[in-house]
Structure formats: C-alpha cells, structure tokens
C-alpha cells in the first residue's frame, strides 16, 4: 500500500491498484464521477457514512486537480469526415 497524495493511496490488493480513500474501498474515481453527476457532498458522505468524510471527498477533487494540473495533452488533428 502506498499513499500518493493526502488521504488517498494505492494498493495492488484492491480495485486492481485504482487510487482510493486511505483506509477505505472507496475509489477516487466513484467519488468523483458521483461529484459530476451533481450528487452533493451530503449525499456522498450520508452514503458512505461510516466511511468517508467530507475531507475525503475534498481529498479526491484535490488529487484529481493534481492529475489534471500535471497532464500534458497534444492537440492532434481532427480526423477526415466520411
């Protein structure tokens, strides 16, 4: 098990290495694409309430800032329409 960033780590044994919320099985991914479905922290936490906190779920969009800051993306041509 490793910790990659604050409140979130990795493990080989668990979600085949997906980053999730230390102590938990809870993946980051989960929690963010529930953050972009509109579901509210509240809700997320009253969810997982025995879990994770809402520092938690902060720790994931942090993490996920973090991914996105360091991200090189090359814009490459648009593809010929048929």
Do not use: F, W
């Not at 809870?26 to 969810?47: A, F, K, Y």
């Not at 879990?51 to 994931?60: F, G, K, M, N």
Request: net charge negative.
């Amino acid at each position: 098990m490793a910790t990659i960033a604050h409140r979130i780590e990795v493990d080989p044994e668990v979600h085949h290495g997906k980053p999730v919320i230390a102590g938990t099985r809870v993946p980051v991914h989960m929690v963010l694409g529930l953050l972009g479905e509109g579901v509210s922290i509240s809700e997320i936490i009253n969810e997982y309430y025995d879990h994770i906190t809402r520092e938690d779920v902060l720790a994931c969009i942090r993490y996920a800032h973090t991914v996105v800051q360091e991200e090189e993306v090359y814009a490459t041509s648009k593809p010929a329409r048929k």
